[in-house]
């Protein structure tokens, strides 16, 4: 980017199973107001909105920022809003970010959401296509077979994944924000049911009611904030088609492109040992090590291996997800956002309670679709 | 205003807007479509670097709707790619803030739908408060009259005036081979035609049709070489209002005149009065009139004449393919200035005014001024 | 009925109904009719000549048209699969069940099948499968009318085999 961009302000709900005290719009201005109270800011402060979920019929209402842009304190501003599945919270970050650095909008305001409870996600994550063949095994089961072969191709340990998920839980516990928060155990997981084998019951995502409000600003305007800003140092989005032949599907290309795209831009030659922390998105546990190699933090064959050591644990040498991710709060289109959302907190030094100690450069990371839409932001303490 | 990037469209294809194609599924109407549009831009999809496409998972009657066009826009190797759940329109413009952000140099945006598959009557009503508005089953045919019957009321137009709009609209289609409706229809004719909705009738409205377009994008230095008459944007701005239609003034477009204004601001032009053509993404007489309005053009009744030549294309109102209406207003202002509108060309242009719409009741909009030179030297 | 609720209203139940009728497009139609006669067709690419099943247009990777239209025979390998343990909404089949992505011979993306006649843990990634038909004058030309995959019983194919064509 020509111009430099900082995150002023985060801003998320409590998210849990239903939030059922609050409408659509009244559960994104929790956030919205969040974000901008953290900013310094109020609503005439921002140039443009920049909006992000997944699919509309999750809450059956169609463009959902037409309905919101009232709530939204979008009355006579530009306002968009960016689909692109799983990955769409953090690409949604990134556009915000491009407004700004494109220096026509001093200030912008990205809001992801979902409120999924108020729709059957089930039904609307498992649509039966006309002339496809059937999905006959759901999101997760079409996940589980690539896992199986990761574990296949790796040799890695049947118990990876239960370690991933007890690590995650254990991290969500210190994030008041998080859904899932009660303790759980690697035994509590080997002992949970297999739903589409290899992945089990609690090594799986939830279904979360949530919101995040981010709020970033040009340079200026940024060192004007009432606090240290997240400077935004790369971030790209880059996707694949879903039938190339050959396609690997357990690591994909568009995510290897994405960060070493990322990596170069940031200049940074060795992330296991240049980044403090990461927010990736992994839905189901084995994507944790899958992940690691993916974006480079660990080689080939080797992500489980991480793992086993516990080196993505809290307080050891590269913290994953110490905001307990995806496995343990997910509103479908707010998720990438929180990756994103919570690399900024850690640059920033406001994680609270999962605040990992001496971060200078954090990476948010979010995928979609059938692994074919990657985002991925660097963020950094300096400009 | 600072200087900005020079950023023109380069090439645009769009496929036969149809009522119904029953051969072709969206992906399969988009991909001779892209593959056109790059052979008119002289360029290979791997010297694009940027891809964005508009659509929407409700029009289209799936969740991920725009995932299947990832199979046909050539993006093998990976590629930088975003998509918006907007008309295309509005893809054009977060493609063309990349690149005032000096992020991409040639990019390619994609519009599609199978409009024909679904109800857009069924589907426009979610966009509506689901409490208050979307309850009352409101269509969009509904919101847009009660725009209309406001808009009557207060200026004085009769439905002789919505048919003579309209009949100027048909005629202007006649002369457009790219269009859906393609005869003209006298006004007196229109009149007869059953109310939908009153005081919209059946001859006041778009048909129901569908198409797949791609638009070509590149910054100074890379279009010159895709175009033998590139279109520079000059200015561009959109705006939206807050939705309850209860609570605003339908009978103006607020934002229209907004984000206008900043578009002309930025175009370095005092107005309307400084295009010879302008595009409305009007999808009714009434919406044609409150948005010449905005923009300072007569109504063209009663006599009043002058200034730009308004929808050559026809407007909406001869096709209105949705998710690539907004994006075909953009395609005829740059076929308009780089002499590729055929019969229907205004001589001489050099500077067109082109306008979008989303939502009901004019809620959202989107304004652009294009020229044939480059805006800063 | 001239008063406020007692009780606050805390939601309204919408249930949305929307009719939609697909297309299924020339070549998917091609491929769905050719089910009925328990034939399984795929395009080929004319720049690279790989084969997609069921057939595209155009080619993902190679962004040309994939016009020729070719036979693939119904046996293949399970490249990879997952047991599912948990009801799949609007799906009722017996749990647990196999679910496999089948590899055809000659074709170069692979398509989602169930695996049956043959115990969960028997399968195996590199399985070599048959698939079963609906009988004759059963079949629709439809998805179903493949009705699932079974073992043929021969050896399974090396992992380097397949590994690149999960």
Known sequence: MSRAVAVVGVGQTHHNSKLPDVNVPEMVRIAVDRALLDAGLSHEDIDAIVLGKAPDPLEGIMQPEQYLAGALGAHMKPIIRVHTAGSVGCTTALTAATHVASGLYGRVLTVAFEKQSEGNAMWALSPNYAFTPPMVAGAGGF??????AYIMRSGAPSHIGAVVAANARENAARNEYAHLRDPMSVEDVLASPMLWDPIRFLETCPSSDGAIAIVMANEE?????????????????????????????????????????????AGIKDPWNEIQVAEFYVPFSWYEPMWLENLGFAPLNEGWKAVDRGDQKFGRHLPVNPSGGVLNTNPIGASGMLRFGEAALQVMGRAGEHQVPGVKTALGHAYGGGAQYFSIAILGTEL | MSKLRNVAIVGFAQAPIVAENPHRTAPEMLYPVVRQALANANVERKDIDYQCAGSSDYVDGRAFSFSQVMEVMGAWPPVQDSHVEMDAAWAAHLVWVK???EECDAAIVAGFGKVSEGSPMHVLNLQLDPFYHASLGLDHVSTSALQASAYMAKSGVDDAGLAQVAARNRAAGAKNPDTQLRQAVSAAELQKTPFVTSPLREGYLPPIGETATCLVLAAEGKAEKMCDRPVWIHGVDHRIEFQTIGARDLTSSASTKLAAKNAFEMAGVKGVNDAQVVELGSTTPAEELILRDALGLPSGLGGTSGGPVVNPSGSPLCANPLMNTGLLRLAEGFRQLSGRAGERGVAGAKRAVVHASGGHCLQQNIVWVLGTERRWT | MNQPPEERVKFIQTDLVLPYHYVAGDYKALYLRALKDKKILGSKCSATGKVFVPPLMSSPDAHAPCEEIVE??????????????????GRDIELPYVVASVALDGADVSIYGLVQECKPEDVEMGTRVQAVWRPDGERQGDHSDIKYFKPTGEPKAPLESFIHRL
């Open chain 3, 72 to 89: 693939l025979p119904d046996r293949g390998i399970v490249t990879t699969f997952c047991v599912v343990n948990v009801p799949v909404y």
């Open chain 2, 99 to 101: 690149m005032q952000a």
């Open chain 1, 143 to 148: 996940f589980a077979p690539y896992c199986r």
């Open chain 1, 221 to 265: 305007l940024a060192k004007k904030g009432p606090r240290k800003p997240a400077w935004l140092k790369a971030g790209a989005t880059f996707t694949e088609p879903m039938y190339v032949p050959g396609r690997d599907q357990v690591s994909p290309l568009a995510g290897r492109t994405c960060a070493k795209f990322v990596y170069e831009k």
